[in-house]
């Protein structure tokens, strides 16, 4: 039996509404259910506004990026910038990654000597 659950998302203040259908996992021995989203509350009028449930969030960003370049130089442009910025990050990263290296090693020999030193002096 499918029952609508309102669901208030405390971050963003957006009421959800969901369909939920509880079902009976044999294997755990426990009812779960099932829910899909139907769509939203709009607080104004009460009325519940349809979403796709799949976060067009992305999609719109993309979008802009496509309307605003319609030149393949310019996309060439962009390309070869984010490549640039990319290995920017892979150096950062591998500089980090040394980093951690070094103060494990450190953190290896710190403890080392503390057990020297509990060592002698339980002696």
């Known amino acids: ?17 969901y369909e939920s259908e509880s079902y009976w996992d044999k294997e755990k ?9 139907i769509g939203k509350i709009n607080e104004e009028t009460g009325e519940i506004i349809p979403t796709s449930g799949r976060g067009n969030r992305n999609k719109k960003e993309m979008s802009g990026i496509q309307e605003n370049i319609s030149d393949p130089r310019e996309l060439e442009a962009l390309c070869i ?25 450190s953190v290896n020999e710190y403890k ?5 030193i509990e060592e002698l002096s339980r002696l």
């Open 1 to 17: 039996m499918a029952s609508i659950i309102k669901k208030l998302n405390k971050q963003t203040g957006i009421t959800y509404v």
């Open 81 to 105: 910038k984010q490549a640039g910025q990319i290995q920017q990050d892979e150096a950062e990263i591998s500089a980090l990654k040394k980093q951690v290296m070094e103060l494990t090693l």
């Open 112 to 116: 080392r000597r503390l057990s020297k």
């Open 29 to 37: 021995k426990q009812p779960r259910s099932k829910r899909r989203l």
